[in-house]
Structure formats: C-alpha cells, structure tokens
C-alpha cells in the first residue's frame, strides 16, 4: 500500500514537474535508445522524433539550428558525450543554461541531465526546462547593479574633489544637489528645488565677491548657458565666493548630459583657491624678476653711462680752463675721445643686446673678404695692445679661402671682442694669440672656421665661468682691478655664434690664461666680393666736390662740414628735407656733387626727401611738366637726379632702417656718431661711381 501511495505520488510529482519542462527524454545508457517522456506545445512544433538511438548525436544535430546563434559555438563544444558521462560520474548531474528559439523568439533554457537511482544505474533522464524569467530578471539587475556600481563609485570619488555638485533637469527646471563640502554648506544655499537658474542668481549675488558679480551676472542665465552647452557640451567659469568672510577662487563647470532618463546639467563647483594664489604668487615673483632685471639693468646703465660721461664732462672743463697749456688740452681731448669711443660702443652693446633679446637681429650675409676681416682686427688690436706692451700674434696660415658668404661685420665683432678681452685682461709682458684654422665642414658646401683666441693673462675662475655668456655678469676680480667692461660683450658674442649657427667654447685657469675657441661654418665664394666695399687702406679725397649737407642739427652739421674740410670737400647747408630740396631744383643739375641726407628732421624727413629728388628724375613726372625749361631739361639732368649719391648719415642704425633709406632711394647708410674717414671714403666712392657711369653713359 504504502508502494502504491509512493508510485502515485511519485507519478504525479514528476507530472507536476513536467510541466516546468519542455521536453523530457528518458535514455537507456546500455542500448544507447532514447524516448520522449514528456513535451510542451511550442517544443512539439519543432516536431522533432519522439525516439530513436544516441540521444546525443540527435540533440546536437536537431537542436543547433534552433539554438539562439550566439550560443550555437558553445552548446556543440560543451554538449559532448565525454563532458556529459565524466559530469554524471563526478556529480551525477551534468547542466547548461543556453537560448533556444521557441517561436522566433530567444528564451533562456536549462538542460539537466540526470542519473536515475536505480541498481543498475542504466537510465538517464534529460529535461529542458525554461529559466528565462529568471535569467532577464537577472541579467536587469546586473546591469543596472553593475551601471550604478560604477557611476556611484566614479561620483562618489570626483564628489570628494568638488565643493558642490548639481544635477539639474533643464526640462522640468528641477535641480538637486548631488553633494557638498562643508564650506559649501556654510553658504547656506537651497539643496534642492526648482527654477535653478533663477535660485543661483539670487543666491550668487548674496555669496559672491563684489567685484565678479556683474560678470558672473551677466553670463550666468539659463538663455546663455544652454545655448553654450548645445553647442560646446561643456562651459567652465571662474570667480570667487566669500567663503568665511574671505574671497575663495571657485571654478565652476556645467557639463550636458543626455541618458534614456532624458537630459541633464552637472554643475560641479570646485575650489582652486590654492592653485590661484599658487599661480598668483608665481605671477608676482616673475613680475618682481623683470622689475630686479630691469632695475639692475637702469643701474648698470646709469653707472655705466656715467663713468664716462664724467670723464667728457670734467675733461673738458680742464681743456676750457687751460687754453694757454696745448700739452693739457691735446691730453684733455685724448680723455674726451677715448671716454667718448667707449660710451659709443657701450651704447652699440645696448642696442645690440636688445635687438638680440627682442629677436630682432639678423644676419647680413654677403660676399666678403676675410682677408679684409683679418687686417681690422689686427690694426684695431694691434693699437689696444700697444699700451701694454703685450706680445699679439696672428696665425692664420691654415686658411684656404678667404672668400665667404658671410655678415662681416658681425665676424669682426665676434672676434674683436674676445681678442679685446685677451688684450684687457692680460697684464703687461704676457701674450696674447689668434690662430685662424680652416678645415672640412659636415655640410660639404661650407668650409669649417675654427678661431682660437689664446692669452696668458689673469684667467677665470671656475665659478664664474659657466656665467661669462650671460649679459652684465662680470667676474669680480675683473671689477676689483678696475678694468673697464659692462658685462656684454661676450652676451653679445656668444648670441652672435648662434645666429650663425656656430659654436663657441672657453676653457681657462685662473692665474694661467683662458683659450676662447670660436667654430663657424661658411660658404666660400668664388667671384671678387661686391665693388660696394669700402676699403679701409685708403685715403679719401675730395677735392673740389660740392656737398649738400641736409641736417636740422646745428651742432651735427657743423661737425659734418669740417670732417669733410679736411678732405677737402665743400659743403651746403639745408636745414630740413624741404630746403634740401628746394636748393637742389634751384641750383643747375651737376652743382652737387653729393648729398648727405639726414632721416628724422621737421617739415619733411629724409626719405621723403630722397623720394621727391629722385622723382625729379623719374620721365614720366619730368614730360609731365607743363614748363618749357622743364620740358627742355636734357637726359642728362634726369640722370642727374636719378645717380646723384645721397647717403644717409643718421642716428637710426638698426637694420631696418638702412633698408628703409635704400628703398627710399638712397645709395648708402653712415651711422651717427660717424667716423670722418669711413664718411668720407663712402662718399669718394659713390661720388667716383657716379662720375664713371655718367661718363660711361656719355
Ligand atoms: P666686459 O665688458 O666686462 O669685458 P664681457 O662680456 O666681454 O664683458 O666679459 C665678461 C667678463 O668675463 C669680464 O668682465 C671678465 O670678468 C671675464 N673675461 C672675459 N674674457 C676674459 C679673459 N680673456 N680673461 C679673463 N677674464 C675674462
């Protein structure tokens, strides 16, 4: 009886069972004979065979083609005769979960295969059951588990960074506050609420330092934060809140998002407080770097500027007082001249180290004679030494090509400088040497210029030299010995070599000497360098030349008529570009020989000048003339105008501005304070040029 009862029920339980299943098959593992035992309606409409042999050789060519295709790969891996029997011995049970297509439609299912307990153990029973409620409920909250795990955790670990953060529905015009920090709090603002925009203003207004509150007014309104959003995403703004009664620099950043949930605005607020006075005190102390740079530059000038000042100043007072002694004023004017040349080149160093630090330098480059180059150097050290009785030589045997593309005048400079040095800084009796080298340079175009500057004299220490390129750094033993120096020369130098891509080294012992190796690649030349060089060797004559002197400086033109006395040039005066002009159409074409043209002057400056003289020439303005005479004035007047030299003598020397007189039309640029002989060498040979070609052109 109690059997019976059990069978019923046992019966029935596995009827109520099969219910939950789709299909159930009952296998014999001896003869390897399945049949069906139990199938849901949709799993009929597969309308699979009820029985058969090797139940899973027919599982997995049935069911693969309704199994859901991302899940195809793995069933047939899995679903295997070895997998099954080894699950069954291990733990009796062998189980997958995959999707199976009931109706087109995907749906989780469970496949159990199970070892009935019986005494042979020779059965198996498989069902399939469906666990797809179970598996969407599951696969719902992972990921919305997984989705908040993530966005809490990021939140939660930016939240801490921030002083305040809101999310805001610019829809419903809701806004919450996401998290704050406790100063934040102290501010005393609504967490949560409605109209955002307008709350802020309000709140803002209340809280915000004085002076950002109209700006942070007129930005922060609904219209223009969202129209910046739509089209930036993102808009950031800073200012500062009172914060504790003290103004706390906030950055404040709203960002647009957009989510199934519809769109929001993140406004996180954070505080940049330490970063801003970080920033500001850096500001400060550069600021107050440029004001210590430039104070100690006004001192260093004024000081500099002085000292020889004094020495003009006060010598020629002596010279006034002693008219009747010739040997104190020749002495006297000895003092002016020497006080006078290095207030001159200390003022060339000032102009050139700003030009350098303004980037504003640049290279002449042009066909150039180093020969040339050599010979100045030596007669300009060869004098500054001299005093000293220093022994200087010069070695330059190892030059091949004396003819380069180079800036001249910048090499000259370079090495002028740094002999110049040699020559102070080595006491009486020592030596001093320039060795010229030339080999093979990387850039088989260019040839190497290797130029060693050698003297034995009172050396460098070794603090100080790795600042001896820096501007108005001096050693101070150098200072202590009264040597005369600013500190530039070799800023200058050093600045010049990079420009021409070269390289300078010094190596030196204090006590023993110091060896300055300059390297420069140049360019050799093959055709004579330019005409336009002024040789420095000869003396010019200007005998019987007419000169028109433009100038509104009395002093300078009175300077400027003797200089050329002395070679014998006459001269004329105009005292602004308007009077020159007139006095050169007034006068018969060929009465000047040349002019000497002034730039900055009153009433009209010296390129307009240059401009209209040559425009006299121009034919078009010459037939264009309605007077006779004028229509009548033979070619060779219009020549005239057109080949008369004017040179500018003018106190403008930067490079720019002897382009400007060029273009202008004028044949040639002397700096002010001029040297007599260059002035008038520079004439002789623009006059001669223009006497051969009229001659020529005859
Ligand atoms: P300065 O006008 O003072 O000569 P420089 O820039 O040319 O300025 O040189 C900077 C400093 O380097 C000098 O004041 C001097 O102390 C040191 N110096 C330069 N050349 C030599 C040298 N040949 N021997 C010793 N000291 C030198």
């Known amino acids: 009886?109690?059997?019976?009862?059990?069978?019923?029920?046992?019966?029935?339980?596995?009827?109520?069972?099969?219910?939950?299943?789709?299909?159930?098959?009952?296998?014999?593992?001896?003869?390897?004979?399945?049949?069906?035992?139990?199938?849901?309606p949709e799993y009929r409409e597969l309308g699979l065979p009820t029985s058969g042999d090797d139940i899973i050789g027919f599982s997995r060519t049935n069911f693969e083609q309704f199994i859901y295709p991302d899940d195809r790969k793995r069933f047939m891996q899995t679903f295997t005769k070895d997998n099954i029997m080894s699950s069954l011995d291990a733990h009796g049970t062998f189980t997958m979960t995959f999707r199976f297509m009931f109706r087109e439609v995907p749906t989780y299912v469970h496949l159990k295969v199970t070892r009935m307990v019986e005494k042979e153990a020779r059965h198996v029973v498989i069902g399939i059951s469906s666990v797809d409620e179970q598996m969407q409920v599951r696969e719902a909250y992972e990921k919305a588990h997984h989705a908040s795990?993530?966005?809490?955790?990021?939140?939660?670990?930016?939240?801490?960074?921030?002083?305040?953060?809101?999310?805001?529905?610019?829809?419903?015009?809701?806004?919450?506050?996401?998290?704050?920090?406790?100063?934040?709090?102290?501010?005393?603002?609504?967490?949560?609420?409605?109209?955002?925009?307008?709350?802020?203003?309000?709140?803002?207004?209340?809280?915000?330092?004085?002076?950002?509150?109209?700006?942070?007014?007129?930005?922060?309104?609904?219209?223009?934060?969202?129209?910046?959003?739509?089209?930036?995403?993102?808009?950031?703004?800073?200012?500062?809140?009172?914060?504790?009664?003290?103004?706390?620099?906030?950055?404040?950043?709203?960002?647009?998002?957009?989510?199934?949930?519809?769109?929001?605005?993140?406004?996180?607020?954070?505080?940049?407080?330490?970063?801003?006075?970080?920033e500001e005190a850096y500001r400060r102390e550069m600021a107050a770097a440029r004001t210590t740079a430039r104070n100690d530059f006004l001192a260093n000038m004024s000081h500099d500027i002085r000292t020889p000042m004094n020495a003009i100043v006060g010598y020629t007072n002596i010279a006034k007082q002693h008219p009747e002694d010739p040997e104190a004023v020749r002495s006297a004017l000895d003092k002016i001249g020497s006080a006078s040349h290095f207030l001159l080149s200390l003022i060339n160093d000032i102009l050139d180290i700003s030009k350098i630090e303004s980037g504003r330098m640049q290279l002449n480059e042009a066909a150039c004679d180093l020969g040339d180059v050599f010979r100045r150097i030596e007669d300009i050290t060869a004098l500054q030494a001299s005093d000293k009785s220093l022994n200087v030589s010069y070695d330059r045997s190892s030059v091949r090509h004396y003819r380069v593309l180079a800036d001249e005048l910048r090499i000259e400079q370079i090495l002028v400088n740094i002999i110049s040095n040699a020559i102070k800084y080595t006491p009486e009796g020592k030596s001093v040497e320039l060795i010229a080298e030339e080999?093979?340079?990387?850039?088989?175009?260019?040839?190497?210029?290797?130029?060693?500057?050698?003297?034995?004299?009172?050396?460098?220490?070794?603090?100080?030299?790795?600042?001896?390129?820096?501007?108005?750094?001096?050693?101070?033993?150098?200072?202590?010995?009264?040597?005369?120096?600013?500190?530039?020369?070799?800023?200058?130098?050093?600045?010049?070599?990079?420009?021409?891509?070269?390289?300078?080294?010094?190596?030196?012992?204090?006590?023993?000497?110091?060896?300055?190796?300059?390297?420069?690649?140049?360019?050799?030349?093959?055709?004579?360098?330019?005409?336009?060089?002024?040789?420095?060797?000869?003396?010019?004559?200007?005998?019987?030349?007419?000169?028109?002197?433009?100038?509104?400086?009395?002093?300078?033109?009175?300077?400027?008529?003797?200089?050329?006395?002395?070679?014998?040039?006459?001269?004329?005066?105009?005292?602004?570009?308007?009077?020159?002009?007139?006095?050169?159409?007034?006068?018969?074409?060929?009465?000047?020989?040349?002019?000497?043209?002034?730039?900055?002057?009153?009433?009209?400056?010296?390129?307009?000048?240059?401009?209209?003289?040559?425009?006299?020439?121009?034919?078009?303005?010459?037939?264009?003339?309605?007077?006779?005479?004028?229509?009548?004035?033979?070619?060779?007047?219009?020549?005239?105008?057109?080949?008369?030299?004017?040179?500018?003598?003018?106190a403008n020397a930067y490079d720019e501005d002897i382009r400007d007189c060029l273009q202008a039309g004028m044949n040639a640029h002397v700096a002010k304070p001029f040297d007599p002989d260059h002035l008038a060498q520079t004439l002789e040979q623009y006059i001669h040029k223009g006497t051969s070609s009229e001659a020529a052109g005859q």
């Open 149 to 278: 795990l993530t966005y809490n955790h990021v939140a939660q670990a930016l939240a801490g960074d921030y002083f305040s953060i809101y999310v805001v529905d610019p829809d419903a015009d809701h806004f919450i506050e996401y998290s704050s920090s406790g100063d934040y709090d102290q501010l005393g603002i609504e967490k949560s609420g409605d109209d955002f925009f307008g709350l802020s203003r309000f709140n803002m207004a209340r809280v915000i330092y004085p002076e950002d509150k109209d700006r942070f007014l007129g930005t922060f309104t609904k219209d223009k934060i969202m129209s910046i959003l739509e089209r930036d995403g993102s808009f950031t703004m800073k200012y500062r809140l009172m914060v504790g009664g003290e103004p706390t620099y906030v950055s404040m950043k709203a960002t647009l998002m957009h989510d199934e949930a519809g769109r929001h605005l993140i406004f996180g607020t954070n505080n940049i407080d330490a970063q801003m006075k970080r």
């Open 439 to 650: 080999t093979p340079a990387p850039d088989p175009a260019k040839n190497r210029y290797r130029f060693i500057i050698r003297d034995t004299g009172i050396g460098i220490s070794e603090d100080y030299l790795p600042h001896i390129f820096e501007s108005f750094t001096r050693e101070e033993n150098t200072k202590l010995n009264r040597v005369q120096g600013t500190g530039l020369g070799l800023a200058i130098t050093a600045r010049i070599v990079e420009l021409m891509d070269g390289t300078i080294r010094v190596k030196s012992k204090p006590g023993e000497g110091s060896e300055f190796t300059v390297e420069i690649d140049l360019q050799p030349y093959e055709e004579s360098p330019s005409e336009e060089t002024v040789s420095a060797h000869s003396t010019a004559d200007l005998t019987g030349c007419r000169i028109l002197l433009v100038e509104d400086n009395d002093i300078n033109a009175e300077i400027a008529a003797m200089a050329l006395a002395q070679y014998g040039a006459e001269t004329e005066r105009a005292d602004n570009g308007l009077a020159g002009l007139e006095k050169i159409k007034n006068s018969a074409p060929g009465h000047y020989d040349a002019v000497l043209m002034d730039i900055q002057m009153p009433v009209m400056n010296g390129y307009e000048c240059t401009r209209e003289i040559r425009a006299l020439g121009d034919p078009s303005t010459v037939s264009g003339t309605a007077s006779e005479e004028s229509a009548e004035r033979p070619a060779a007047a219009a020549r005239y105008y057109l080949t008369l030299p004017i040179i500018a003598m003018s």
């Open 1 to 40: 009886m109690k059997q019976e009862v059990l069978k019923v029920s046992q019966s029935s339980v596995a009827q109520a069972l099969a219910t939950d299943y789709f299909c159930i098959y009952y296998v014999n593992t001896i003869t390897d004979k399945f049949i069906e035992y139990s199938a849901s």
